[in-house]
C-alpha cells in the first residue's frame, strides 16, 4: 500500500505562486507515473498535470498550460507542482496520485488508471 500526502497549499492573491509537493511512502520500489487533479467547489475533480515515471514526458490541462509546471524528483516517487500567476478559478483542492501500468501517453488524465491518491491540500487564490 502506497500513502500519498502533499502539502504546500494555501490562501495567495491572484498573480501569486504556491508550490505543491507530492511524497510517497509505503516501502514500495517501484517507480510510478504522478498525476496531479483537482476539484473545484462543486465540480469534478479534474486533471491537471502528469508527469511520467523517469520525467521524460509531461501533460497538463489547457487551462494551466504556461504558468503551471510539474517536475519529480529523479528516482524517486516525489513530486511537485509549481503554480504561477494563480487564478481565482485555480481555487481547489489539489491532489496528487500515482499509476503503475499502462502507457502514460495516452492515460496520464484518465482517473481510473490511478491507483494511489492523496487527501488534498487545498488552494485558494484571492481576487
Known amino acids: 500500500q502506497v500513502q500519498l500526502v502533499e502539502s504546500g497549499g494555501g490562501l495567495v492573491q491572484a498573480g501569486g505562486s504556491l508550490r505543491l509537493s507530492c511524497a510517497a511512502s509505503?516501502?514500495?520500489?517501484?517507480?510510478?507515473?504522478i498525476g496531479w487533479f483537482r476539484r473545484a467547489p462543486g465540480k469534478e475533480r479534474n486533471f491537471v498535470a502528469g508527469i511520467s515515471r523517469i520525467g521524460d514526458n509531461t501533460y497538463y490541462a489547457d487551462s494551466v498550460k504556461g504558468r503551471f509546471t510539474i517536475s519529480r524528483d529523479s528516482g524517486k516517487n516525489t513530486a511537485y507542482l509549481q503554480m504561477n500567476n494563480l487564478k481565482p478559478e485555480d481555487t481547489a483542492v489539489y491532489y496528487c496520485?500515482?499509476?503503475?501500468?499502462?502507457?502514460?501517453?495516452?492515460?496520464?488524465?484518465?482517473?481510473?488508471?490511478?491507483?494511489?491518491w492523496g487527501q488534498g491540500t487545498q488552494v485558494t487564490v484571492s481576487s
Open positions: 509505503g516501502g514500495t520500489s517501484r517507480i510510478y507515473h
Open positions: 496520485a500515482v499509476f503503475w501500468s499502462g502507457l502514460f501517453t495516452s492515460e496520464y488524465a484518465r482517473e481510473g488508471k490511478y491507483n494511489y
